[in-house]
């Protein structure tokens, strides 16, 4: 929030034009958070940020992504406002990201602005259901693994441990079932009562033929939502996470040598925009500069 507008102009120097890109924590906003997050200005104020550098540099382009509940909220709504006042045209709505061959049912909010002239993302590339990418197309072809194991060639390529009970619980799961699928012995008991009852999208498993659920900074955990692998007694790798994010199949995310831990690279994979969506608004970036690039003022 300290962030000095000079400071940014300076790494966006030495262009034609100048786009600022920017993502404020999703968390306060998100469906997963709500009830749990109250206001705390260095996460809720960073949009506002955000909004302050771009009236201070005035960059020909800007673009956001957040989760597509941020459009409710007054602090979206200001910023806005404030590119607005600045003389941006502004386009923002959903994205449904397997119409753009994510293989992934992930709805984000993209915001895209220019002073340039009216600016909007491409046409989806894979619009009908017949077309989207499914988790058999993507992960369908690493090697098969036992919970807890890793593949010697990819290290990765890893799976978190199950109790006793999550192995029996994976073992009665169907692709595309819940836990009320399961015998009574193994249902949870906060899945017993009446609140738990709302909450039937955990301890899945995946289906092969569809896009998977969205993926989380917990996506490495079977009870944590539907990240049971389709037909392997196991949750998903966080390899096999990283590619239903889109990342290349050889992406590190570590050093080489480093400790693997689940939860920080669990928070890589699930927290980042999925490389395919950062391709959709570059490619919708520099079409629309193809088309209005000589009107910059």
Not at 59 to 64: K, N, Q
Not at 95 to 116: E, F, N, W
Request: net charge positive; proline share 6%; glycine share 8%.
């Amino acid at each position: 929030m300290t962030l000095s507008a000079d400071f940014v102009a300076d790494h966006l120097s030495g262009g034609s034009y100048r786009l600022l890109a920017g993502c404020a924590p999703c968390q306060p906003f998100s469906n997963y958070s709500r009830g749990r997050y109250t206001y705390e200005p260095n996460k809720w104020g960073l949009l506002n940020a955000f909004g302050r550098l771009v009236m201070e540099i005035r960059p020909e382009l800007v673009t956001m992504e957040n989760v597509f509940q941020l459009k409710n909220h007054k602090v979206f709504k200001k910023f806005q406002s404030t590119l607005t006042e600045q003389g941006y045209y502004v386009w923002f709505d959903h994205i449904d990201c397997h119409h753009y061959g994510l293989p992934q049912t992930r709805r984000r909010l993209v915001l895209l602005a220019s002073r340039l002239g009216p600016i909007m993302p491409i046409a989806a590339t894979h619009p009908s259901k017949v077309d989207w990418k499914t988790v058999r197309q993507t992960i369908e072809e690493l090697p098969p693994l036992a919970a807890g194991e890793a593949a010697s060639i990819d290290r990765l390529h890893v799976s978190s441990t199950l109790t006793e009970i999550n192995m029996k619980r994976i073992r009665a799961s169907k692709p595309g079932g819940t836990w009320r699928d399961w015998p009574e012995q193994l249902i949870a008991e906060c899945h017993k009562r009446t609140t738990g009852k709302t909450y039937p999208g955990v301890y899945g498993r995946m289906e092969w033929d569809t896009p998977s659920p969205t993926i989380t900074t917990q996506c490495f955990g079977f009870g944590n939502g539907r990240f049971g692998h389709p037909q392997q007694d196991r949750a998903i790798s966080l390899r096999e996470a990283a590619m239903l994010q889109s990342f290349d199949r050889e992406y590190a995310f570590i050093e080489e040598g480093q400790k693997i831990n689940f939860k920080g690279i669990g928070r890589l994979i699930g927290n980042a925009v999925p490389v395919r969506l950062g391709e959709v608004i570059g490619q919708s970036i520099l079409r629309h500069v193809e088309k209005f690039g000589s009107s910059v003022h």
